[in-house]
Nanobody, 120 residues
Framework: QVQLVESGGGLVQPGGSLRLSCAAS????????MAWYRQAPGSQRELVAA???????NYADSVKGRFTINRDNADNTVTLQMNSLKPEDTAVYYC??????????????WGQGTQVTVSS
């Protein structure tokens, strides 16, 4: 069993910053890609940023230059530094990880989500 636990969401004013963290735990042998998704009310879940095990990244056009994704393979963690936040960044943010466990079972896991609200 593998769990992903997010932290760091909250309320911030436009132009402010937040840092989201996600820690994976359980019978993890290796984690391939890790990513952050978000879902605003009435909208589909969308990819925000992703990072490979080797550190290659890709970002949604709407967050390029403002958000930075990083990971620590030793700690099985992924972070999302969000700067210059805009009201349209308001959403529930979900951590995602492509995990190979010690039984050689590979599965994509999701965290429970953390709310980010950008408002004055």
């Amino acid at each position: 069993q593998v769990q992903l636990v997010e932290s760091g969401g909250g309320l911030v004013q436009p132009g402010g910053s937040l840092r989201l963290s996600c820690a994976a735990s359980g019978i993890i042998f290796s984690i391939y890609a890790m990513a952050w998704y978000r879902q605003a009310p009435g909208s589909q879940r969308e990819l925000v940023a992703a990072i490979s095990r080797g550190g290659s990244t890709n970002y949604a056009d709407s967050v390029k230059g403002r958000f930075t994704i990083n990971r620590d393979n030793a700690d099985n963690t992924v972070t999302l530094q969000m700067n210059s936040l805009k009201p349209e960044d308001t959403a529930v943010y979900y951590c995602n990880a492509d995990v190979l466990d010690y039984t050689r079972y590979r599965h994509v896991y999701w965290g429970q989500g953390t709310q980010v609200t950008v408002s004055s």
